[in-house]
């Protein structure tokens, strides 16, 4: 085991105002209380629920200023007393950051011993790095879909790394994913990893053949990241008793739509998907066990396609092209690497 | 008992298009079937309901043709074989249209003897007409509202007949209900029927006050009659996990909004309330008893405002009159009533 020790400080991108982008700041190592351990950062993925967090958008309770950044992979470096966080003690693990205080955007983190997974050998760190939100976002998706006995689902900006995710995961529990894209290009990239069923909301006939499918399969639940008027248009071609989960705001609009018919006289409804939620309302063993099947997943060779890796400096310009381009792969923020100037 | 009995023919009003007001037309008496009732109509109000359903808004299972009207009181004039439809003969009795075919806008309705409430001897037939759809709402609405053990809640277009209703069923409840107007004059109305909590929502600091009255009595539940923004900033104001039940559109919007950060951060959700759904979902002794509460608080002196009673022949005018000013009270459909040419 070869546990190289944290020196005294450590670059970490700091937020001192929603909407600016945070820059980097020379910091203190922060030291691991009783039950969380100290990790060195070897990789954290800038995601869509970051965009969000960034501009304001979470009713998060985290305070200003703060270091942000959901989840990474690195090396466990130090630890505190207890001894399941001891366990973790040089080991390459995926984690989250806590659920308050500073995130994973820095050379180092401390986060409680319940966020951290270990990382199988065959799994390497840039993977590993993004176990966790959208893998377990998919899963979570799939366990929704159990509870309510629905056989078929909807998700849309479905080219995206949860949207692969999700074909995968459905694909596993035998549920029929119907998959929404709005490019050409993106259908053609989900029919290569083995999607079945394909709209490109972008087509004139759209709305008739969405309407088509749900009631095909009998599709109850839809999961969309879009927000607007895409809310109502799912809604709409939702059955009776259809549920609208809304995890994302990609149209930027503000607010999302629906008709009022559905809700009074179709009994449909609209609701929230957050992964933080979810893993809110789950036992500690359901969390793990969730944790395993996402890196199950990952080593079966679903990888997430990465555009970039860069290092904390290269910040502003690494999310203006993640923003511009999120079907091309995620962006990586890797503390260790250094600025070419 | 003293039964009149029935002729072969009857006047009745008769939809034959949706947005198109029914017109009176002469018709075959229908024969009761063996569950079944055949009640000659004393009175039958106008409701928001059925401005609705004449829009064709409904996801009724209703097929055109068809005569409108949802309730109605009336005398038991004949009745099927069934044991419990023969125990109605001759009662008067307040009466649901049959889920399916003809309603009450007619001299003549059979529906099942389940639909029936006999009414007692000091609520007149007036008030009786009314007894269900309005006060059962407002009973439908608390007993919600209880099963989320939520010990306040908000109400929109407060000043209406069910509001009126829902004022009453809460103070029974021991509920705090924040009723939601937009003229000082219904302000008034409802300070002078005993309302402790009432907003107005022409008021430029509305939208503060609602939060703040939100905030104080924690209602996590709202129910909304006007749709469109109204929703929206109802949502908004609820506390985390709060849920806006839409019951009406009378904003004349087809669609309703709600804040994005409210649905996936918040957990707040939209559903719809619908007297239908709700009684699909109760046994059939929870309806029987929740009609009864009913006919309780309507014998207890609150009754509900008559601003106009009317033949058949006069619907158009009478209709327009209630859409005008639905605050003025409730216009009444007497088929026995002759045209004053």
């Not at 479905?158 to 549920?175: E, P, Q, W």
């Amino acid at each position: 085991m070869n546990i190289q020790l944290p020196t005294n400080k450590m670059k970490a991108l700091w937020l001192t105002q929603f909407g600016v982008p945070p820059e980097v700041r020379i910091m203190d190592v922060p030291k691991p209380g009783k039950r969380e351990v100290l990790i060195r950062i070897e990789a954290s993925p800038i995601n869509p629920s970051d965009a969000s967090f960034l501009q304001g958008h979470y009713s998060s309770p985290k305070q200003l200023p703060v270091i942000p950044g959901f989840e990474a992979s690195g090396q466990v470096v130090a630890t505190g007393s207890n001894f399941m966080a001891k366990r973790l003690l040089g080991k390459e693990v995926a984690c989250f950051a806590p659920t308050k205080g500073n995130g994973s955007w820095a050379e180092y983190m401390v986060t409680d011993f319940s966020f951290v997974v270990p990382l199988k050998q065959k799994i390497q760190s840039d993977q590993g790095s993004m176990l966790l939100i959208n893998p377990m976002s998919a899963l979570a998706m799939v366990d929704i879909c159990r509870k309510n006995k629905c056989k078929a689902l909807v998700n849309t900006a479905a080219a995206s790394a949860l949207g692969r995710f999700l074909i995968k995961a459905c694909a596993d529990a035998n549920i029929t994913l119907i998959n929404v894209v709005h490019r050409q290009e993106q259908v053609d990239l989900l029919k290569s990893i083995g999607a079945k069923h394909i709209l490109n909301s972008s087509k004139e006939n759209y709305l008739a053949e969405l309407r088509t499918y749900c009631e095909l399969y009998n599709a109850r639940i839809a999961f969309d990241a879009i927000g607007s008027t895409s809310t109502y248009n799912l809604l709409n071609a939702l059955p009776d008793g259809g549920e609208v989960h809304v995890y994302g705001a990609l149209s930027a609009e503000k607010s999302i739509s629906a008709n009022v018919q559905d809700i009074i006289f179709k009994r449909k409804r609209v609701r929230g998907f957050w992964l933080s939620t979810w893993i809110a309302e789950q036992s500690i063993f359901k969390i793990l066990e969730t944790a395993k099947k996402a890196r199950k997943i990952i080593s079966a060779g679903n990888e997430i396609t990465i555009q970039k890796k860069i290092p904390l400096e290269a910040f502003k310009s690494g999310m203006e092209d993640y923003l511009n381009n999120m079907t091309a792969g995620k962006v990586l923020l890797c503390p260790s690497m250094t600025i070419k100037e």
